[in-house]
């Protein structure tokens, strides 16, 4: 018999060093480019008010209870997402940890551009060149998108900061970046958002984020918003499974997923509050699209003072919220081939690194000189982001509610380890809601939308 296959000995794992350390990562892992980049541009586009409501909605029950569930068979297997469902369900259920990879490989080849348009534009802003001589913050935009000049050296070097960290493994590189980073995202976007509030012409866009109206409640806006939660949670490719294979006992795994679900939701509301508002503020269209924040936000620090270096230190947050996050994404492919293939982390890491660049580079230039080639009228880069989260992410957390709900069953119970009753009374609402209402809701919602 192949050493990979069967159920092997333990493996010898690093571990988290602390208690917070686990949930800061895991929390880094969640805020992200979904929170400040998509979620604005998103909820613009379905409704404002009623996708939030939406949103949260799915967040706390169906999110909540898969984030739990990746935890669960991360920590009960010890090993990476394929490793984890053959350890756990047998052969046949690799298959899922495998979707989950090619998953994330996806979502990352195209993060790093995204990320990449961060960094530049804290250049940008830090140099003066966003100013106002540089003109209509949406034509800058999109000059600066479709040039690949720009975008492709930027991507590659979001792509290598990745690497550096993920080379440092979990407890020196995940844990101690995220640790610090987080907490100065959070007090600088509490305070753009309070910026915006106040500019004079806000209270439209206050109305069009916090008053739902629910008469444009459609189909569409729910798929997008459980895409959404998935891509804003990290869940549904197993990201979670890594992180929480990192664990030992001991931890409070429901307490710590109701910490990384709070955080995340606190950044994309925060992150609504920064952009919608100043989006009307400037007679801007909420329905602008992927640009939104990088078209709104040169507005709002125009307006304030020192906004150049408030502008500039935002964008490197945002660009190191993107990191934490995009380690999260390259982590699970690393432990796969560490885990199943007994390799080593370095070469691993750059070598998956170095794949999922060379896909970065058709969905930077998809934005400029290819912009002509679209499949269904959407550019690769929005293809990739519309598929994964709009269908591979769900169809990833369907499998896995199933998986806990069914196939570990009642024995997840017991890895949670509660000790109160009510704790166990909480637990096997868990468990229905991953056995019924969970896989339910995720394939009508997959299904309506496929049909229509
Ligand atoms: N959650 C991150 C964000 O909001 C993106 C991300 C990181 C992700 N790891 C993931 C999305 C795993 C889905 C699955 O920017």
């Not at 209870?65 to 984890?84: D, L, Y």
């Not at 930077?364 to 591979?392: C, E, N, Q, R």
Request: with cysteine; hydrophobic share 60%.
């Amino acid at each position: 018999m192949d050493k990979n296959d069967g159920p092997a000995a333990p493996l010898r794992r690093e571990h988290w060093a602390s208690r917070i350390g686990f949930i800061m990562a895991a929390a880094g892992s969640a805020v992200g480019l979904g929170n400040v980049w998509r979620f604005p541009y998103v909820a613009g586009e379905n409704g404002g008010g009623v996708f939030l409501v939406v949103y949260l909605a799915l967040v706390f029950t169906l999110g909540l209870s898969i984030m739990v569930a990746e935890f669960t068979i991360g920590r009960a297997a010890q090993r990476n997402p394929v490793g984890a469902c053959r350890t756990l369900g047998g052969r046949r259920w690799a298959p899922l940890g495998y979707l989950g990879l090619v998953a994330g490989f996806l979502i990352l080849s195209f993060y790093v551009v995204v990320a990449g348009w961060t960094l530049t534009y804290a250049f940008k802003l830090a140099t003066g060149g966003l100013g106002a001589s540089a003109g209509e913050p949406a034509e800058t935009f999109a000059a600066f998108v479709a040039d690949p000049l720009q975008t492709i050296p930027a991507a590659a070097v979001f792509m290598v900061l990745t690497v550096a960290i993920v080379l440092g493994g979990v407890k020196g590189g995940i844990e101690r970046a995220n640790l610090v980073l987080m907490p100065l995202l959070f007090v600088i976007l509490v305070g753009l958002a309070v910026r915006a509030v106040t500019l004079p012409g806000a209270g439209a866009g206050l109305s069009f984020y916090l008053a739902p109206d629910f008469s444009a409640l459609s189909i569409d806006t729910l798929t997008r918003a459980l895409g959404q939660a998935f891509f804003s949670l990290s869940i549904g490719l197993g990201a979670m499974i890594t992180y929480g294979s990192y664990l030992d006992r001991g931890q409070n795994i429901p307490r710590a997923a109701g910490w990384v679900a709070g955080l995340d939701t606190l950044a994309a509301i925060l992150a609504g509050f920064a952009i919608l508002p100043a989006v009307f503020a400037a007679g801007l269209n909420p329905e602008a699209g992927p640009g939104l924040a990088f078209v709104v936000l040169p507005t709002v620090f125009a307006s304030m003072p020192l906004g150049e270096f408030f502008g500039t230190l935002f964008f490197i947050l945002l660009a190191i919220a993107a990191l934490t996050s995009s380690i999260s994404l390259l982590e699970p492919l690393v432990a796969y081939f560490i885990d199943e293939h007994g390799l080593h982390r370095g070469k691993v890491t750059v070598l998956v690194a170095f794949a999922a660049f060379a896909l970065s580079v058709p969905s930077a230039l998809s934005l400029g000189p290819w912009s002509g080639f679209t499949v269904f009228g959407k550019s690769l880069l929005d293809l990739l982001d519309a598929v994964t989260a709009g269908i591979l992410l769900p169809a990833g957390g369907l499998l896995i509610a199933i998986f806990v709900g069914w196939v570990i069953g009642p024995k997840a119970i017991f890895e949670l380890g509660l000790a109160k009753p009510e704790a166990s009374a909480a637990a096997k609402v868990w468990l229905w809601i991953l056995r019924l209402p969970a896989p339910v809701a995720i394939a009508w919602i997959l299904i309506t939308w496929a049909a229509a």
